[in-house]
């Protein structure tokens, strides 16, 4: 087998069927499987699943494992020769992933490879592509600095070595995800992606950036950004530098520090400006999921994707609040 998929599910069940829909699409001339753990959602995803996607290998968690330990479990059942770890809620285009496949198997020493993500409203995530956080990155980014977080070096389209890459899309050989041991479930959720691609690195592999796909990411959907973000965010930092970094006293008092400020600075900071479009609807019964993402990408509306035969629609107008749902007759 050449690819398997997995998606680790909690309470996102609308994402989950268009995800699903777009990964179908993208699989017909590929011998794949897609494994979907679910971490005890509340809603009808299993039913969902099971009802529309007979096919996928379910794993349903009779309790909220976590980002990491759900992943594990299903990389624990793959038979492919690649694993691609993927969230819920994105699409992808209809050959994503035959062209990280032909890409795949020019490099030599190949870890983990992701693609450009953007979200509902069109913009480029920058966490597409990511620098290791050394202690004097992870002190910046605390402060809100994050040019050097970020790997800005290199164009949104380009193909290159990047360190560090985003949980939301990662590909990589499942021989090389079970030798460095797959995601640390120290890592209940954040964090376990900047581990498991400096985890690849240290071990000997390179990491890409594969800007010539791009994929959708209904950022900001399974959490939201707030304190409680903030503190499993800044946490998981914590872990990092005390798994692969001497004790480092300033860093560690800064994020003490910075726990206690970040509720403060959100309540006083000013909402970033949403920049108004007419809204539009596309039918996935006329557009192909790849054209769809191409015109989300254009920014010329805000769009919300409809599948064939169903009763919903989804959206969204930006990168830091939930997706939006939207159910139609």
Known sequence: MQLSIVIVNYNVRYFLELCLKSVYAAITEINAEVIVVDNNSSDDSCAMVKQLFPEVCLLANKENLGFSKANNQGVAVAKGEYVCILNPDTVVAEDTFVKLLQFSTLKNKLGIVSCKLIDG????????????????????????????????????????????????????KREVYCRVGGFDEQYF????????????????????????????????????????????????????????????????????????????VTMFTKEDEVVQRPEKTLETTKLSFKKIIELFEIQDFYYKIHLKNSKFSIGSKSSKSRGEVVFVD
């Open 121 to 172: 409203a069109g913009v480029f995530l920058p966490e597409s592509k990511r620098n290791v956080p050394t202690p004097k990155i992870a002190v910046q980014k605390l402060l809100g600095i994050t040019k050097e977080y970020y790997v800005n070096s290199i164009s949104d389209t380009a193909i290159a070595k990047v360190p560090v890459f985003v949980g939301a899309f990662m590909w990589l």
């Open 189 to 264: 959720m954040y964090g376990e992606d900047i581990d498991l691609s400096y985890s690849v690195l240290n071990a000997g592999y390179n990491n890409y950036y594969f800007g010539q796909t791009t994929i959708i990411h209904f950022k900001g959907e399974s959490t939201l950004k707030d304190a409680v973000y903030a503190k499993r965010f800044y946490g998981a930092m914590q872990l990092f530098y005390k798994k692969y970094y001497a004790s480092n006293f300033l860093f560690d008092m800064l994020v003490r520090v910075g726990l206690k400020l970040i509720p403060l």
